[in-house]
């Protein structure tokens, strides 16, 4: 008994699929042919356009969080944890469930923060907190 190196294919058999195309040309022609509303066909499917925008959230939010902590005092501190244990994959684990814990309080209190404060003065605080931060830190440099 000789085998087939290719693996066998599941398909429908050919009186369904005639039946499906049937099925198919008869709402195509109801779309196009109502009396009182002329339906347009959708172009786009929502699904691939609520895809391509959780793609464009997950980077965007990716590619901030990963220039952020690059060179950050949390990298180096792992780095050295990791220099100095005879374990690193366990500083890795630790390292990346701490991350995931300090992220996820993050958006817990964002979303939060979104249901009772606007958008835009959440923005405004943000940058003052930030230009608050950057002074010290100024202030920091020059008076030590």
């Known amino acids: 008994m000789k085998l087939s190196s290719a693996p ?11 039946t499906r195309d049937a099925q198919l040309t008869v709402m195509e022609s109801t ?3 109502t009396d009182s509303v002329k339906l347009a ?3 786009q499917q929502p699904s691939q356009n609520v895809s391509k925008g959780a793609l464009a959230v997950f980077a965007s ?3 901030t969080i990963f220039l952020s ?11 050295l944890m990791s220099a100095e244990s005879q374990s690193p994959w ?9 991350l995931i814990a300090t992220s996820l309080l993050g958006v817990l209190l964002g ?3 979104a249901t009772k404060v606007s958008p ?22 020059f008076h030590s």
């Not at 066998?8 to 005639?18: G, I, K, M, R, Y």
């Not at 902590?69 to 780095?79: I, Y």
């Not at 003065?121 to 920091?140: C, D, H, P, R």
């Open 41 to 43: 066909k959708p172009t």
């Open 31 to 33: 779309l196009e042919t």
């Open 120 to 141: 835009q003065i959440l923005n405004k605080a943000a940058g003052i907190s930030m230009l608050v931060i950057t002074m010290q830190l100024v202030w920091e440099i």
């Open 61 to 63: 939010t990716f590619v």
């Open 69 to 79: 902590e690059m060179g950050d005092k949390t990298q180096v501190a792992t780095l």
């Open 111 to 113: 979303r939060w923060l």
């Open 90 to 98: 366990l500083v890795f684990a630790g390292a990346s469930s701490a």
């Open 8 to 18: 066998p294919t599941l398909s429908a058999p050919e009186s369904l699929n005639q």
